[in-house]
């Protein structure tokens, strides 16, 4: 039995996989870029940004957090050889909505037996500062490669456009 | 003075941005659903599943680790309301091409001062196990809702076709 999702899924992919001509690209990105941005749903980035098969790593998480992306970062650069990295955050998102303690107290009512304090949910209030943040985060890592590029961005889900927050 | 990746993201992004007509959706996912797959560059979710502008939450990591994904998870499932998870996981992944140790051999021999023997890398040998595990993990993970539908898949970068290791 099929969800209705699943369903959908599976006719989408079976459309894809129709005209796929992609067999063979290589495992490192071509373009040697890394995207880091929010799982929102209403950000679609290879169609925002044009980018195809095998063009960048694409790293998504809730807010497009670097730090909780730092492990797939280090991979990146290291084992497959990307040098180049963009931080996208966006309006609207929803980690401007709440709190670390708000959500520890949500799972604590919802949950029983579970020590959840311990858990950063890397909320932030101000947006601008939030992709500020996460670029100096990774300029002073110990373990990015000095030499990579990085900028940091806002798309904007009232205009599909991004703008830039921090140069490379 | 940009990039040639940032002129080109710019381009592409002035082409999606010339016809956005998705104003105004909300943000929580309209199919309730969030994806887990990995940063792959020859990997993108959206096109390969059928996704829209709206539809669901991705999540994209080193090698769709659930583990590495939780956060955002929690965050999805108890904020924005999404109630089935989907993990993809991909032939000729990184993740199977190395292991902890040597990742931290390469890390301690190309920075200096750094203490990275705490990092787990989340590799792993046995593509379909991964996706068992990783299943297993949230089936049996405190902070998960209970009625949540969790189904396991594998992505083929030589076909473009997902199959099916572990039903909702």
Same mark, same amino acid.
């Given at each position: 039995m099929l969800t209705e999702n699943i369903t959908e899924i599976l006719e989408g992919n079976a459309h894809y996989a129709?005209?796929?001509?992609?067999?063979?690209?290589?495992?490192?990105?071509k373009r040697k870029l890394v995207v880091v941005t929010c799982m929102d749903a209403r950000l679609l980035p290879a169609k925002a940004l044009g980018l195809h098969e095998g063009d960048a790593h694409v790293i998504r998480n809730a807010g497009g957090s670097a730090k909780d992306a730092l492990r797939s970062i280090i991979i990146s650069q290291q084992l497959l050889g990307t040098e180049e990295l963009v931080v996208i955050h966006h309006t609207d998102c929803g980690m401007l909505t709440f709190t670390n303690s708000q959500l520890h107290q949500i799972l604590r009512e919802r949950f029983h =037996?579970? !020590?959840?304090? =311990?858990? !950063?949910?890397?909320?932030?209030?101000d947006l601008e500062q939030s992709v500020r943040d996460d670029v100096e985060f990774l300029r002073s890592?110990?373990?990015?490669?000095?030499h990579i590029r990085i900028s940091g961005w806002i798309y904007e889900v009232e205009t599909g456009k991004i703008r830039r927050v921090i140069e490379q």
């Open positions: 129709a005209s796929y001509t992609k067999k063979g690209l290589p495992l490192p990105p =037996d579970v !020590d959840v304090d =311990d858990i !950063d949910f890397l909320t932030f209030t890592s110990k373990v990015i490669n000095p």
